[in-house]
């Protein structure tokens, strides 16, 4: 018997609840590798599969955290053996699979990366598919010709996790990066990671009717959507680059074609959910390289199974700062 945070479903009324349970092995799921569970984290979408499901979760009861890091306990495919160290993101695990917030999990073996040289399990946790997706944003724009001196690049949703993460890569790289928060209490801890200017979010979030206005931004990774990605893209330098990572803003993009027609902006679709392995393992090892250990840690709130329930709340309310990391054994 081992512990997980479990969500039932009242088939009556609809409504859900999580709490830590104990359940046996035999209840996981199939799959190729079973892990002993270190760490998960905390994400957008853990909030609403602990809470009102927001569509992605298929049945009940339902073991969420969609990504988790741990070791190796038994294996059918030959790629990994007991001991091995091994991450997981995305392949909606805690969404239609069982996920990472019990002390063990059974998963395809298609899904796991090795852990990187460089990173523990806590520390690859910190990162979690909030910054796994920053990563991602990162290398898209540096794939599209961005480079350390052309200028500032902006990140919306800063003081989030994919955010956060995205902050502390692009200043370690060299670049200039400008932090847009709603909240003016974040704002020394976004220059902590190494920010250089906060750009509040009254500033750059609503429309206008210019579809053009004047070339500010190098690049961008945007966590927002909505009409605040209307917005930075009519202020993209020319050639520039904008990484669309999520919507807190909204689905809705109520922008006009003229920034790719008249300055060849490019608006870059990131997926870190069924991203290949190649491009997974890539990512993996830019985080051990290029994000600084004592940044990610200034990030980090630690958290147990049982402070879950409240946290996904909260994360849905934008109250989350950083990145949790939940210690399957604290």
Known sequence: MFKALVV????????TSAGVQEIAEDQLPAGDVTVAVEYSTMNYKDGLCIGPGGGLVRKYPHVPGIDFAGTVEASDD????????????????????????????????????PLPDGLDTRQAMAVGTAGFTAM?????????????????????????????????????????VAAVTGRPE???????????????????????????EGETWAGCVDAVGGAMLARVLGQMKYGASVSAVGLAGGAGLPATVIPFL??????????SVMQPYDNRLRAWRRIASDLP?????????????????QLGADILKGQVKGRVVVDLNG
Request: glycine letters at 12%; hydrophobic letters at 40%; charged letters at 25%.
């Open 186 to 212: 974040t704002a020394e801890y976004l220059k902590s990671l190494g920010a250089s200017q906060i750009v509040p979010r009254e500033e750059i979030n609503e429309t206008v009717k210019r579809p053009l």
């Open 293 to 309: 250990m004592d940044k990610l840690e200034a990030m980090v709130h630690p958290a147990t199974l049982s402070d879950l329930p």
């Open 78 to 113: 030959d790629r990994y053996k007991a001991g091995d160290k091994v991450v997981l993101t995305g392949w909606r695990v805690g969404e239609a699979h069982w996920g990472g917030y019990a002390q063990k999990a059974r998963v395809k073996a298609d899904w796991l990366v």
């Open 136 to 176: 991602l944003a990162v290398m898209a724009l540096e794939d599209h010709g961005l480079k350390a001196g052309d200028g500032p690049v902006l990140v919306t949703g800063a003081a989030g996790g994919v955010g956060s993460v995205a902050t502390a890569i692009l200043a370690h790289l060299g670049h200039e």
């Open 262 to 271: 008249l300055r060849g902006v490019n608006l870059l679709g990131i997926d």
């Open 8 to 15: 039932t479903k009242d088939e009556d009324s609809g409504k």
